[in-house]
């Protein structure tokens, strides 16, 4: 019994070793953790977030829905605001959709989403002209999680710089 208890000791003193020298690593801190963020909107493709063109924000939709909702119109009102300064810009509003559902259901639902948001857009004062729609449905998703955060985050119109 001594015997094993010589082996096996010595080699639960190297395991335990190596297992506790694994946890030394540095974690990132808060500032660093901002710092990375920062470079990563300002990086040199112009996006921002979702797929949007800087300064321009995404805007985001409840489950089946297409209407513009009141959380959302300040988002709306940025892109107006830049779109009305910037009289040559023109951009593509980009209708996405979760995965569920079928993809000719969400295909439709990403259109009525980007039109929603082109007729909101004009409503402010942005030329029709300088502005098309395309629907992605759920082709062009950007989180693949199973869970309401990532559905939500894919529920969303994209405005890119043409």
Request: proline share 2%; aromatic share 6%.
């Amino acid at each position: 019994m001594w015997r094993n208890v010589r082996v096996a000791l010595p080699a639960l003193v190297c395991v335990s070793l190596l297992t506790l020298s694994g946890c030394g690593t540095k974690k990132a801190t808060d500032a660093e953790m901002k710092a990375g963020e920062e470079s990563l909107d300002s990086n040199s493709t112009g996006i921002s977030e979702g797929r949007t063109s800087a300064p321009m924000l995404p805007v985001y939709f409840e489950f089946d829905a297409s209407d513009i909702k009141s959380d959302q119109e300040s988002r709306i009102q940025v892109n107006a605001d830049f779109l009305n300064k910037k009289q040559d810009v023109n951009i593509r509003i980009e209708g996405n959709c979760d995965p569920r559902g079928t993809n000719e259901y969400n295909m439709a639902l990403g259109e009525r989403r980007a039109l929603a948001a082109k007729k909101y857009l004009m409503n402010l004062g942005v030329a029709e002209s300088r502005m098309s729609t395309v629907s992605y449905g759920e082709e062009r998703i950007l989180l693949h999680g199973h869970d309401e955060l990532s559905w939500a985050q894919n529920r969303r119109d994209d405005f890119v710089i043409e």
